[in-house]
T-cell receptor
Framework: DVKVTQSSRYLVKRTGEKVFLECVQD?????MFWYRQDPGLGLRLIYF???????EKGDIPEGYSVSREKKERFSLILESASTNQTSMYLC????????????FGPGTRLTVT | LAKTTQPISMDSYEGQEVNITCSHN???????ITWYQQFPSQGPRFIIQ???TKVTNEVASLFIPADRKSSTLSLPRVSLSDTAVYYC??????????????????FGGGTRVLVKP
């Protein structure tokens, strides 16, 4: 079974803090994704990566950056957290492409106060 | 990647069949149609994927007409545990398309299915 794990289920940070969200997958997948999910807005893609050190912006990259130094790990970074970044953050991976089956982690609920 | 449109919500009763239709008018030749299920406080989970005609697995069926501009997820004899949000996603299974500039991937708002006793 593919396993995608995220470093925290719940996180509370203060405005202006730098925040790191970590995601690890154990199935040697090429592609990894970061989404945020807000009520009424569904899942929105922040960034994705199709190879180590490669990244592409999704729909809402502003205020975020990512890092993929190793194939199995994809990090989402909030350089200076703001209250409008309070959300559920979901990481996913897929073997081949974006339309391929994506495996999701359990999510990190981030609250910025 | 093709944008999708789904109903916001649907109600049903235990034992009934639930059909959710997704519109994807701009589907491309290489695109597959994938459906996901999400329970509260969990990440989405893959249900079924298809390219054309009909696909069936132990959980659901997926009906895709010849023009592929829409698809219907069919959940037979639902139970209370099928209450969830269902997302339709259309995209190229291969890795090449996601590298193209301006190629965006969106799940949209999904369809909230409530199964009542």
């Amino acid at each position: 079974d593919v396993k995608v794990t995220q470093s925290s289920r719940y996180l509370v940070k203060r405005t202006g803090e730098k925040v790191f969200l970590e995601c690890v997958q154990d199935m040697d997948h090429e592609n990894m994704f970061w989404y945020r999910q807000d009520p009424g807005l569904g899942l929105r893609l922040i960034y994705f990566s199709y190879d180590v050190k490669m990244k592409e912006k999704g729909d809402i990259p502003e205020g975020y950056s990512v890092s993929r130094e190793k194939k199995e790990r994809f990090s989402l970074i909030l350089e200076s957290a703001s209250t409008n970044q309070t959300s559920m953050y979901l990481c996913a991976s897929s073997l081949v492409g974006a339309g391929d089956e994506q495996y999701f982690g359990p999510g990190t609920r981030l609250t910025v106060t | 990647l093709a944008k999708t449109t789904q109903p916001i919500s649907m109600d049903s009763y235990e034992g009934q069949e639930v059909n959710i239709t997704c519109s994807h008018n701009n589907i491309a030749t290489n695109d597959y149609i994938t459906w996901y299920q999400q329970f509260p406080s969990q990440g989405p989970r893959f249900i079924i994927q298809g390219y054309k005609t009909k696909v069936t697995n132990e959980v659901a069926s997926l009906f895709i007409p010849a023009d592929r501009k829409s698809s219907t997820l069919s959940l037979p004899r639902v139970s209370l545990s099928d209450t969830a949000v269902y997302y339709c996603l259309v995209g190229d299974r291969k890795g090449l398309m996601i590298k193209a500039a301006g190629n965006k991937l969106t799940f949209g708002g999904g369809t909230r299915v409530l199964v009542k006793p």
